[in-house]
Structures are given as C-alpha cells and as structure tokens.
C-alpha cells in the first residue's frame, strides 16, 4: 500500500523559513515526479513545485521562485519543500504526490492528506 505522508506544517510569521517532508512508501517510485501542491481556503489547488524522483529536473510556480526550494533523498524515499521568506499568501495546506512531470492535479496518482501552513503577520 502506497502511502505519501507530509510533515512540518505549523504556523510563522511573514519572512520566516519551514521545511516540509514528504515520506513515501509502498512501491518504488522510479520514474516518477514528486511534487508539491498547496490549497488556501476558497481557492483551486495549485502546484507549488516539481521534481524528478529518477533524475534532477525540478521546476517551481512562478509565485514561489527565489524562495522555494524542493529536494529529495532517494536513500530515505523523502522529498522536501524548503520554504524561505514566506508571505501570508504562502498560507495553505500542502499536500504531496506522486504521478508524472505534469502541474495538472489528475497526472498523480498518490497523495498525502495534508499539511497546515499557516503566516502571520
């Protein structure tokens, strides 16, 4: 049984830094991408960052360039979302996935339920 489970949610003020992990498990996950998406009350769920389990391609929104970061350990079938300077417009749930190198929600196939990032001012 595949499960994507995310970690490191929690609450900061603007400008601040957190992390997020995304621990995967159940099957090997070669070949696939691994992102990050996020969803702020009344809005669509967007994704956030990309990047290739197998490889080193990553790609990022336009909104999270420059201060977002996203990383893996193969070793420890984790991936990351190093967040830096965030703003208030940062605040959602994160979720993690795992499908093919798409930004459209139906392309992944395995979800975490969530993470809470909340900023304040």
């Known amino acids: 049984q595949v499960q994507m489970v995310e970690s490191g949610g929690g609450l900061v003020r603007t400008g601040d830094s957190l992390r997020l992990s995304c621990a995967a498990s159940g099957r090997t996950f070669s070949g696939y991408t691994m992102s990050w998406f996020r969803q702020a009350p009344g809005k669509e769920r967007e994704i956030v960052a990309r990047?290739?389990?197998?490889?080193?391609?990553?790609d990022y929104a336009d909104s999270v360039k420059g201060r977002f970061t996203i990383s893996k350990d193969n070793a420890k079938n984790t991936f990351y979302l190093q967040m830096n300077s965030l703003k208030l417009e940062d605040a959602a749930v994160y979720y993690c996935a795992a499908g093919s190198w798409a930004v459209r929600e139906a392309a992944y196939k395995y979800w975490g339920r969530g993470t809470q990032v909340t900023v304040s001012s």
């Open positions: 990047i290739e389990w197998s490889g080193n391609g990553t």
